[in-house]
Structure formats: structure tokens, C-alpha cells
């Protein structure tokens, strides 16, 4: 390629299309939790890969969705300045025909900020290859955008596709990141994610969705052992129990899938513990959506 420098790349999408997904595949690390329900991500994570002398910097960005509550505004916010100031956009959908209503307003606002866009269509292992032509065709009738490609971020096909056209969008100049960065989080904000990721694949229905996870200890026991104290939120005491379980069933096993996860991530033995506490409605009082690390200002 001969080129250096740098692309700042904003993935975006509606929720569980596969983006965290994606940015985990890119960059080979766990940096993003995954999960099976709608609006799993929260924040805007940075994902980093170097590669000779480009950096190219994902921005991993919760689902594009119509908020419900403050915390769905601030989410959708988030996304919307994701769109902006970045060098490329990559659209990720599903392999359906005929966009939706948040894939077409996220092409407006794409438009709108005039940032080039990359039709990813993800999950191309779950459809017929000859099933695809229909959906390139709804989509290039909607946008006309830069590249369609389509991968799977679960198998890794289309991948190297991906990169190689993400790399043309670098522009010359400094790296954003350190050689050795490879996601913006502090390792206490991803072991809280770790935490809820198990809440979300543990739990029912909105209980999960009102969950949040606070790291209230972090520290080196000895060389190989890491404390980790966490207090997780709800929002109705009925959820507190149904969290706990039965003689603290359901809390335990979240806390066993936690602490694995947790001890792989981080390469020490962990030693977890948890707290169940209610925070009626927190995900409508601006001032505990702040106190949970969601304002939405990173
Ligand atoms: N079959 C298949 N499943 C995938 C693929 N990519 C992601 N998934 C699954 O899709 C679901 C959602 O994945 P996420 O990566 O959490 O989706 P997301 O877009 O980040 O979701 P939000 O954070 O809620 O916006 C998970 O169950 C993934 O395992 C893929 O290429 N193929
Ligand atoms: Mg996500």
C-alpha cells in the first residue's frame, strides 16, 4: 500500500448486528462484551491495530435505536457523534433485504456529516450466497456507498477484504494511539463489563437492560492473585432477588462465569465479590447515569 499514518473508523449500526463482535475480531482481543440481546454495548470503546506503519482505530458505538429512557438517549447520542470528524463509517446490517428505519437515518446522518460509508453486511454465515444479490441491491438503492462488502465477524470471512479497504481510507500523519494501546478502557471498566455481560446472558427480559456494574475494589492480593469487589445496580427490588436467586443460586453462577472470564482476561487467579443494591429507575435520573460512567462524554 505505501501508505502511513492513520484511519478513524466509527462502526455503526442498529443493535445485535455484530458490531462489538467485529472490532473483538479486528483488533484479536475481547475488548467489547457480546451478547445475544439487544443494546449490549453502552459506551464508545476505541479498538486499535497497527499494522507496518498504519494504525487504523475502531470505534466500537452502542445500537442505533429509538431511547426509551435517558440513558437510550445519551446511548444514541453517542452514536450520532461517533458519525462525526471520522475518516470512514462502516455501516454494519444484517443480511436482510431493504434497510430499516435506523439503517436509513443512519445513512442520513452519514450524509449529513459527509463521511464516506462502508456497507458491511455481517453475518453472511447464516444466509445462501445467491440470497445476498437482493440485499446489495435494496442497499444500493438507498446510498450510494463507497464499498459493500460482506463478512462474517463470527468466522472471520471477509476480513482481509475489510482491512484492505479500510486501509485506503488512511490519512498521513501521526498514530492516535501508542503502539501498545490496544483499547482506551482501564481494565477495571472492562472486568465491570465482563460482569454484566453475564448478568445479560444470565438474566430475562428488561432486568439485564437495568443492570449496571461498579468496581468498587481492585487490587493485587499477591503475584498472582487480584481482588476484585463489585457492586452491581438494579432497578426494582423484585429484580435484586430474582439477580440473587434462591439461596444466592443465580448470583453465584454469574459470579463463577464472571470470575473465569475475568481471570482469563487478566492472566491472575480472582478472587470476586458481589453486591446486589437498587437504584429505582437509575436509568432515568441523569445524575446516576453519570455516577455508572454512562454521560456519554468520552
Ligand atoms: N452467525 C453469526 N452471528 C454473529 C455474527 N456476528 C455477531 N453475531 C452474533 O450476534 C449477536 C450480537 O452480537 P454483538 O456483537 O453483541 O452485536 P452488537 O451490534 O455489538 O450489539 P449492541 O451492542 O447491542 O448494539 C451475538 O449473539 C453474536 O454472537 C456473525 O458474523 N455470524
Ligand atoms: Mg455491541
Not at 487504523?56 to 461517533?82: A, C, W, Y
Amino acid at each position: 500500500m505505501g501508505n502511513k499514518g492513520s484511519a478513524l473508523i466509527t462502526i455503526a449500526g442498529r443493535p445485535n448486528v455484530g458490531k462489538s463482535t467485529l472490532i473483538n475480531r479486528l483488533t484479536g482481543e475481547k475488548i467489547a462484551i457480546v451478547t445475544n440481546k439487544p443494546q449490549t454495548t453502552r459506551n464508545r470503546i476505541y479498538g486499535v491495530i497497527n499494522a507496518d506503519d498504519v494504525q487504523l482505530v475502531f470505534v466500537d458505538t452502542p445500537g442505533f435505536h429509538k431511547p426509551r429512557n435517558q440513558l437510550g438517549e445519551i446511548m444514541v447520542n453517542t452514536v450520532r457523534e461517533s458519525l462525526l470528524g471520522v475518516d470512514v463509517i462502516m455501516l454494519v446490517v444484517d443480511p436482510i433485504a431493504e434497510p430499516g428505519m435506523q439503517e436509513l437515518k443512519l445513512i442520513e446522518l452519514a450524509k449529513a456529516a459527509k463521511t464516506p460509508v462502508i456497507l458491511v453486511i455481517n453475518k453472511i454465515d447464516t444466509v445462501k450466497k445467491e440470497n445476498l444479490l437482493a440485499v446489495i441491491a435494496s442497499y444500493n438503492s438507498a446510498h450510494d456507498f463507497n464499498e459493500i462488502i460482506p463478512i462474517s465477524a463470527k468466522t472471520g470471512e471477509g476480513l482481509d477484504e475489510l482491512v484492505k479497504v479500510l486501509r485506503t481510507f488512511v490519512n498521513e500523519g501521526p498514530k492516535l494511539f501508542p503502539d501498545d494501546m490496544v483499547t482506551d478502557q482501564t481494565d477495571r471498566q472492562i472486568v465491570a463489563e465482563l460482569i454484566r455481560e453475564k448478568l445479560l446472558y444470565c438474566l430475562e427480559h428488561e432486568i439485564p437492560h437495568g443492570t449496571a456494574v461498579e468496581i468498587t475494589a481492585f487490587s493485587q492480593r499477591d503475584s498472582d492473585i487480584i481482588d476484585v469487589e463489585a457492586t452491581i445496580y438494579c432497578e426494582k427490588p423484585g429484580h435484586k432477588s430474582i439477580i440473587i436467586g434462591k439461596n444466592g443460586t443465580m448470583l453465584k453462577r454469574i459470579g463463577e462465569l464472571a470470575r473465569t472470564d475475568i481471570e482469563r482476561f487478566m492472566g491472575y487467579k480472582v478472587y470476586l465479590q458481589t453486591w446486589v443494591k437498587v437504584r429505582e429507575n437509575w436509568r432515568d435520573r441523569s445524575a446516576m447515569i453519570t455516577n455508572m460512567g454512562y454521560d456519554g462524554k468520552k
